[in-house]
């Protein structure tokens, strides 16, 4: 299977920091994610990502498909911010996901 | 849209129960899977279905079954629980552009 790696896994930040998440993966893909799992366990779906950069408010993240990274940047965070981000790929939709491991961030205030 | 639903939210089992997660969808999503998440590992495929007829093993299939009642629904069945499968169950589902949504989970102890 893909090998997914997550860096940090930890991240401690104060209210109104910058941090970037790192995802490296062994293969190539045609599909990449990043989700947010809230303190109550929900997943949410931040950015569908398999090459490029895409922006949503405070979010950004960037693919580099041919190196096989990609990038998640918050920016101004906030104690919402807080939970753990998944990285997760797939070598096609409707295919096997490969998850990482995650890096949890505390915000705090 | 309720999105992605899972029942139950929370199960007690006995070692060699039986038992079977419910999942359904209601965005018209060809794709769905379901996941196991245990503490530090993220989360672990366990089947998926492409479409509509077709399962396929992920990761860690092992003392699970599966069947795609109908393009809604995606079951899991546990034939015999062993407390090696306590964790939390998440079902997800996606469609052409392959963003996957995600119901809030099972919480299953095996005793």
């Known amino acids: 299977g893909i090998q997914v790696e997550q860096s940090p896994p930890d991240l401690i930040l104060q209210e109104g920091a910058n941090s970037t998440l790192r995802c490296n993966f062994s293969?190539?893909?045609?599909?990449l994610q990043w989700f947010h799992q809230n303190p109550w366990g929900q997943l949410i779906n931040l950015f569908y990502?398999?090459?490029g950069t895409k922006q949503n408010g405070r979010l950004s993240a960037t693919t580099v498909a041919t190196e096989r990274y990609s990038l998640l940047y918050i920016s101004s965070s906030q104690t919402t911010d807080s939970g753990v981000y998944f990285c997760a790929v797939a070598m096609n939709t409707g295919n096997q996901f490969y998850f990482g491991t995650g890096t949890s961030l505390t915000v705090i205030p | 849209n309720a999105g992605v639903t899972q029942t139950p939210k929370f199960q007690v089992l006995k070692t060699g129960q039986s038992m079977t997660l419910q999942c359904a969808q209601d965005?018209?999503?060809?794709?769905m899977y379901w996941y196991r998440q245990d503490p530090g590992m993220g989360l672990r495929l366990i089947y998926y279905?492409?479409?509509?007829?077709?399962?396929d093993k992920g990761e860690v299939p092992n003392g699970y079954n599966v069947s795609r009642l109908n393009k809604r629904e995606f079951s899991l069945r546990l034939e015999s629980a062993a407390p090696s499968q306590t964790s939390v169950y998440f079902c997800a589902s996606s469609g052409s552009i392959g963003t996957q949504y995600f119901g809030p989970g099972t919480r299953l102890l095996v005793l």
């Open positions: 965005m018209n999503h060809n794709s």
């Open positions: 279905s492409a479409s509509e007829g077709t399962t």
């Open positions: 293969d190539s893909v045609n599909n």
């Open positions: 990502i398999p090459s």
